[in-house]
């Protein structure tokens, strides 16, 4: 069973957690079915309390994507993430977001291994796990001020040129800040920001046609193509979905 809620941390993160179904049958559990994980141009932490398998539990880290990533269940696992808003993880988890595209990693991979396994520790004796979690979660450098000012004029439309001649820079300077920030260029975030947008306007109860005038779309195949260059399934399978 999913949940989520805005974090005490702000800035947009959030505080997702994953339960197995007790009424499940087996120990596999809810959690044990793959889930599809759309791009959204964040970076996530995450603990879970037992590995698949039953081995110990620990944490990982999620890069940004440019594509959907189908993550096996962790067959009875708890799950708790935090899913650091577009351009803010690299703040917090200490790397460019680049250098984690489209990867999932383990937390010691970037944290003294030490470090992490007192940190995973800490989370799983704590009787709120999700806030010891953002306890512990805390920037390790100051955010970036574009990390905030590119997503937000990107989701109005605004063009990549645009967004660079407000923040002062050339495009090609853009591009760089926005491999450390997100992952990839503003043309691929504004691809992504769109599609999010598509996705809530259709699960709204929004038509297809007027999806794709709303959101930005040349046409209806356009948003078609799209979506599936980035989620990998129809827009109608993504609706669908609880």
Do not use: N
Request: aromatic share 6%; glycine share 14%; charged share 20%.
């Amino acid at each position: 069973m999913y949940g989520e809620r805005p974090s005490r941390l702000g800035g947009g993160t959030v505080l997702w957690t994953v339960t197995p179904d007790a009424g499940a049958a087996g120990a596999a559990g809810a959690v044990a079915g793959e889930t599809r994980v759309l791009p959204d141009g964040c970076m996530d932490l995450i603990w879970y309390d037992a590995a698949p398998g039953g081995g110990p539990g620990g944490f990982l880290v999620a890069g940004p994507d440019t594509r959907a990533h189908v993550v096996p269940g962790f067959a009875g696992s708890a799950l708790i993430g935090l899913r650091f808003a577009p351009g803010t993880g690299p703040s917090v988890l200490g790397v460019p977001a680049h250098e984690l595209r489209d990867q999932r990693v383990p937390f010691d991979a970037l944290r003294p291994a030490r470090e992490v396994r007192w940190l995973a520790e800490r989370v799983a004796a704590a009787p709120d796990p999700g806030a010891a979690l953002e306890a512990a979660a805390r920037p390790c450098a100051p955010a970036d001020p574009l990390g905030r000012l590119v997503p937000a004029a990107l989701a109005r439309g605004r063009s990549v040129a645009d967004v660079a001649a407000a923040a002062g820079l050339s495009e090609r300077q853009l591009h760089r800040r926005a491999l450390d920030l997100f992952g990839y260029g503003p043309k691929t975030l504004a691809r992504v920001l769109r599609m999010r947008h598509a996705l809530r306007l259709a699960r709204g109860g929004e038509p297809f046609a007027g999806v794709a005038a709303l959101a930005g779309y040349a046409d209806q195949a356009h948003l078609s193509r799209e979506v599936r260059a980035l989620a990998g399934v129809p827009l109608s399978q993504l609706v669908r979905r609880p």
